[in-house]
């Protein structure tokens, strides 16, 4: 006997006969507002590479974002960020290591992302590329926290990742990124999104779709119906 909630696995939701046309939309958030930001060339390079694959690409501005939790929600900053959310089917997040871990501006824009957001998880689902910069040798501690982050947000992570070591010698003057490896890596992963993104957007809701979470919304269901009835 199955226990309730519990869903044969559907292949033709997995892989339905009409899928979405449109090119996929990709958001970049970066996270520097230095007037060289390297995390932002590196993000303006995924744009590049990303609009060459056919994606439609934003990126984010945190200029003037404010801290989490110090203005409601309906700022004009934190609202943008979140309608480019919403309107993501995949995302970029760049950031600088400082002190071992990512930038506060990068967390800070992640914690503005709510898990759910007038009924709808936002982030759920959809794919996500992790880049850091790095000020001396190569290391991968930021990408590590952001594949956590990107988890706990119920992103799915792509499995290549950036990391660009003593960045500072890695762009000309104008910004642009030097023929290198690590110009190449960046292409990697930016073609691996573009495909996992195509793949998945279709079907990323039944991908995510938990069994303890039906169960839970069962139940739920229920004792509303038995409070109704009690009053």
């Known amino acids: 006997m199955r226990p309730e909630g519990f869903r044969e696995i559907s292949a033709e939701a997995l892989f339905p006969a009409v899928r979405s046309t449109h090119p996929p939309r990709i958001l970049i958030l970066f996270g520097s507002l230095r007037e060289r930001s390297f995390s932002r060339f590196c993000a303006e390079e995924a744009a590049r590479i990303l609009v060459r694959f056919g994606a439609e690409v934003r990126m984010f501005d945190p200029q003037g974002l404010p801290l989490v939790d110090s203005v409601e929600p309906d700022h004009p900053k934190v609202a943008e960020l979140r309608e480019l959310v919403t309107w993501s089917e995949g995302m970029v997040w760049s950031s600088p290591e400082r002190h071992g871990a990512m930038?506060?501006?990068?967390?800070?824009q992640i914690d503005w992302i709510p898990l759910s957001l007038g009924g709808v998880r936002p982030t759920q689902g959809k794919t996500l590329a992790v880049m850091q910069v790095c000020g001396g040798s190569q290391s991968f501690n930021t990408v590590n926290q952001l594949r956590i982050l990107g988890r706990w947000m119920r992103l799915l992570t792509i499995p290549n990742q950036s990391s660009v070591a003593k960045a500072w010698d890695e762009f000309d003057?104008?910004?642009?990124?030097?023929?290198?490896?690590?110009?190449?890596?960046?292409?990697?992963?930016?073609?691996?999104?573009?495909?996992?993104?195509?793949l998945t957007r279709d079907v990323r809701e039944h991908l995510v779709d938990r069994y303890s979470e039906r169960v839970e919304s069962r139940a739920e269901l229920s004792r509303r119906v038995n409070q109704a009835k009690a009053t």
Request: hydrophobic content about 35%.
């Open 103 to 108: 930038t506060g501006l990068m967390k800070t």
């Open 173 to 198: 003057e104008s910004g642009r990124m030097k023929p290198s490896p690590y110009y190449d890596r960046i292409v990697d992963v930016m073609e691996e999104l573009v495909k996992f993104t195509l």
